[in-house]
């Protein structure tokens, strides 16, 4: 049920209006902040990919066997220098011509190992950036599904599939690519410096002095590489929340003749993210041209000197080439490192942005010592003293000093005008927030200090709007009782009513549903949502308004499977039938959040309150009963 509920407010929460404030998370609370006010945000450091380094080490012997493979291609690299240095001095020399043909089959074999020991490192390091990256989605889509809906109020779906998507790529990316174009370039810089002072330790001098000079301005240009990096990315969520946010209400949209300035708006949030990126690559292009200048210049320098030692006769050609080479390997392995490092800056700031959602505590917890709920299960509730506010309008309280007691097996309808707090009631029942104040009890278990998985367990909700995945029929109606066989599904599908119109369908029951149900009517929906809450066989039933979306003969049939449904069962219906009013054993009437009636259809009626006030207010069927307005 948890994963149900946060499913359906994940796609509620893109349903905002246009041209809001853009939102963004906040690391430290894993809530959101308002930067159209003015608000700033930690800067994202490569330590943010630090909570990530676990997923790598799930998975040692591919780390081993590509740390491996990249010291043996270190290892081929760093000794074609030294054969080359013995072709130019002894290759060409009366004595040394009988060695040359060795000296370049010493070669080959240098560029063979090197050439296997690539491509293992490449299979290892790419195949390990796919592993940690399906574990990550799955560690954060995992995480999701535990946050309470007061966390999805927040936040925008696009916002989140932006962060399961583009951010994991960039993390992908640098578990993959960029390490280990980092580690290579790391080896081969410390193994060619060191070789650089072994060959000549004069020249290494003037080299080892220009890398300050080279080093300092790079780090200083990764910092705004980080931050156009972070920049980038929550442009490109903007977009992805607001195209989430549009393909949802494609009907509204084109219903009211909103498709022009639904394009020219995600064109724009599509031209920000550009600028963006744009601005974050030119950044990144600055620091490696930047860096392959300095580098490049400072081995120019170096070689020009190390000619006039030449000139002078105090070392050979192929010393000097030997030296030229591995400035080579260090000079391009020091330039690789500031490219790469502006790489995993950019993947910082998606690791931040990831680790935000890992970090962010549902409000709702599991107690660390759940109280048991009593078996069998008994189906009492009880609310006591409850004061409650949502956190969207934490100053407008929704209900307050409700208290009220069902009894099990009793069937209980609340009923009110709009914004009475009557879903509320349901909301806190199945603890998807918490309360201000007061207890709530189920079979006689504070639910707070109840395990939320075990209490979900004994209630089966029918929501006014379904929510219908894009799965098969069979596995709508089997979602919550996945283990549930086939004729019970079918069982529960005839209870519902909606084995004629599945049965009609081109698969029946395997047929394939479009997203959200869109190829079904409202009726059909809600009947399936009432197959599954039949299969689930709990023993509280919450009925939210179950038949608000069905014409008369379909409620007929849906109503007379609900009352079987109900039987033995505590029921707590929101109404708007009046059938279902009346065949409640207590009606509960709220106004502005608390309980203002409560008696039988008939006592409410002979009482001439808000409850006859309402009554009057409906309109008459073609059946002769009241449809009570909401």
């Known amino acids: 049920m948890r994963a149900y509920t946060s499913l359906k407010t994940l796609k509620q929460a893109g349903a905002k209006v246009l041209n809001r404030p853009v939102w963004r998370f906040r690391k430290t609370q894993g809530v959101m902040a308002d930067h159209s006010q003015g608000q700033t945000r930690p800067k994202a450091a490569l330590s943010a990919l630090k909570p990530l380094i676990p997923y790598g080490l799930a998975y040692k012997g591919r780390i081993a066997a590509a740390l491996a493979a990249l010291a043996a291609a270190s290892g081929a690299t760093l000794v074609v220098p030294i054969a080359v240095r013995r072709v130019i001095d002894f290759g060409f020399s009366d004595e040394g011509r009988a060695y040359i043909g060795a000296y370049f089959a010493l070669l080959v074999v240098v560029v063979g190992v090197l050439a296997l020991a690539s491509a293992l490192r490449y299979y290892c390091v790419i195949t390990l950036g796919e592993r940690v990256v399906a574990d990550l989605r799955a560690a954060v889509f995992r995480h999701l599904t535990s946050l309470d809906p007061a966390f999805f109020d927040q936040t925008k779906s696009g916002e989140i599939v932006s962060r399961l998507t583009a951010d994991t790529t960039q993390v992908k990316a640098a578990f993959g690519v960029s390490i280990s174009i980092a580690l290579r370039n790391l080896f081969l810089f410390l193994g060619a410096t060191?070789?650089?002072?072994?060959?000549?330790?004069?020249?290494?001098?003037?080299?080892?002095?220009?890398?300050?000079?080279?080093?300092?301005?790079l780090v200083f240009s990764g910092r705004a590489v980080r931050r156009r990096s972070r920049a980038a990315q929550d442009r490109l969520a903007d977009a992805s929340a607001y195209a989430a946010e549009a393909i949802g209400a494609v009907r509204t949209m084109q219903a009211f003749g909103m498709e022009s300035l639904t394009a020219a708006r995600f064109t724009a949030a599509a031209e920000e993210a550009f600028d963006a990126a744009r601005l974050s690559t030119t950044m990144r292009a600055f620091l490696t041209g930047a860096g392959i200048f300095l580098v490049s210049a400072s081995v120019v320098g170096v070689l020009w000197y190390g000619a006039q030692d030449v000139l002078a006769g105090q070392m050979t050609g192929g010393r000097l080439s030997q030296f030229v080479l591995y400035a080579v390997f260090a000079a391009s392995s020091l330039g690789q490192l500031s490219e790469v490092y502006g790489e995993l800056a950019q993947a910082a700031g998606a690791a931040e942005r990831l680790g935000e959602i890992l970090a962010a505590k549902p409000a709702v917890e599991r107690p660390q010592n759940p109280k048991p709920l009593p078996e069998p299960p008994l189906g009492t509730v009880a609310f006591e003293d409850v004061h409650f506010a949502y956190p969207t309008r934490a100053d407008q309280r929704a209900i307050h000093g409700l208290s009220f007691a069902v009894k099990s097996g009793e069937r209980v309808a609340i009923v009110g005008p709009s914004g009475a707090g009557k879903s509320t009631i349901l909301q806190l029942l199945l603890r998807f927030y918490d309360p201000q104040s007061g207890t709530i009890r189920v079979d006689g278990v504070?639910?707070?200090?109840?395990?939320?998985?075990?209490?979900?367990a004994r209630m089966a909700l029918v929501p006014q709007e379904p929510t219908i995945f894009a799965a098969s029929v069979l596995d709508n109606i089997r979602y919550g009782r996945p283990e549930a066989t086939e004729d019970e599904v079918f069982r529960a599908a005839e209870l519902a009513s909606a084995d004629g119109f599945i049965q009609a369908l081109p698969e029946g029951y395997r047929t394939m549903i479009g997203e959200r149900g869109v190829t079904l009517s409202g009726g059909q929906r809600q009947r399936l949502a009432i197959a599954r809450a039949i299969l689930k066989d709990a023993p509280i039933l919450l009925l939210d308004e179950a038949t608000s979306a069905l014409d008369a003969e379909s409620e007929r049939k849906v109503q007379t499977a609900l009352d079987r449904l109900m039987e033995g069962r505590t029921t707590l219906v929101i109404a708007h039938r009046l059938a279902t009013v009346r065949s409640a054993d207590r009606i509960l009437v709220m106004d502005k959040g608390v309980i203002v009636e409560e008696g039988t259809h008939e006592t409410l009626l002979a009482q001439g309150g808000l409850y006859a006030r309402l009554a009057r207010l409906q309109f008459t069927s073609a059946h002769g009963h009241h449809e009570a307005a909401e």
């Open 194 to 217: 060191a070789l650089m002072i072994i060959t000549s330790p004069k020249l290494s001098a003037l080299v080892l002095l220009a890398i300050p000079v080279i080093v300092l301005p």
């Open 446 to 456: 504070a639910v707070h200090e109840a395990d939320p998985a075990a209490l979900r």
